[in-house]
């Protein structure tokens, strides 16, 4: 037979425990009791149903899951469950402390949700729409912590033409709802207000709760002025924000959808400068194109001076050289005249050797021997001259012979000399 | 066709600076316009821009704050 000492015995329970896979990791439901705080900060509290209870010590940690802890509270607590060796009892190590609440809150959340829906205050098509450049923005939210100040900062970087005006109020706790409730109110009493801006930090499901009560929901409803909600963090999503008007995953954000962000409208007025000049520009080369098209058509349509003055002067031009051109050809014609007269000149025959008998009284040129009576007083004209003759005594023989041994062939061009104008014109002809 | 008066006043809301910069560049060119209606136009969306401009550099953030609830409805 083996005795064993208490120690051994409260040992060997502790270690079967700890062995335990269930004990080692589980959560228990039950409401506290005995509730108290060491001064060293640890919790000691007992867990309890109807059939039996379980001590519990919660160490102090960083968790802050006994902050709100106290008798009478419906918890789950996650630990192990070992011996307190020193007292040889049964006791939970408690890491996690969730309020049994929880549960009872996602439940009025989803209730709430259902029956807000139902009467339309989620309705897209009454959404708002925002205002571009807002001129003053109200501010619902805490006037300390972090939420307020991160506000002003984006507001300050992106847009700082704008008047924000905060309309303080609690963001958590019983004063919470009512607080927002009456900001909304007096922001909608104004009649200076573009938009308002709901914010509060992230924290837990109870922290958030204000944003999710009814009042809150119908106030934003019942908005004049268009709300941007900022509430809690990315992952959290309350009924305020689904009432309203546009949704911020987060403060810092809400903010930033409230303005335009003053670079980029640096940017679009640099742009509008530029299609300023573009656009005159335009409009002055076009206005010029136009004023040269117009010149060329003036141009084409009247006679030019230019043109006609030339003009004139081909004409005169051609007018002379016809003139010019008459006046030769009758020169011409003239001298074929003079020329064709000129064969004519007596003193062309004078020069072959022949002579002019003409009276010495008259002057009649004698051209039949009974005109030159022996005695008769004649001149004589040769090539070079003239001089007086008497008419001989007749000739023996009576018939006078013309001396033909010293004629000249007569030039074929001329006509037989001395010719009164009778001359047949085929001789001028000839000439020609 | 009398000349319009093409410097806007000095102090205007920048919402209202911008859209009318914003309704200049667009009627000038759209084009229609004479000579002397263009650069009238020009001179006043440019004004237009440095008004746009001075009003986004020189701006300052004004804040005010209404008095904390429950003390209410004294501070509206």
Known sequence: MQVFSVGQVVRYLKDVLEYDAILADLWIGGEVSNFSRARSGHCYFVVKDAVSQINCVLFRGPGGYDRDLGNGQAVLVHGKVSVYETRGELQMVVDVVQPEGVGALALEFERLKTKLEAEGLFELGRKRRLPLFPQRIGVVTSPTGAVWHDIQQ????????????????????????????????RLNLRDDIDLIIVARGGGSLEDLWAFNEERVARAIFASRIPVISGVGHETDTTIADWVADRRGPTPSVAAEIAVPDRQELRSHVLLDQRRLKGALADTMGRARTSLDSLRMRLGALAPPIDRERQRVDDQTRLLTLHLQRLLDARRNAIALRVSQLDAFNPQHTLARGYALVQRGDTGTVVTRPDQAAPGAALMITVADGAFPALSGPPIAGGAPVPPQQNAEPPRPAAPKAPRKRKEPPQEQMQLL | MPRKPASPPAELPFEEAYSRLELAVQRLESGGLSLDEALSLYQEGMQLAGLCTHLLDNAELRVTQLSAFPDGDAAV
């Open chain 1, 154 to 185: 984006v507001i300050t970087r992106r847009y700082p033409l704008v008047e924000l005006v905060l309309a303080p109020t609690a963001v958590q706790g019983e004063q919470a709802a009512p607080g927002v409730e009456d900001a909304l109110r």
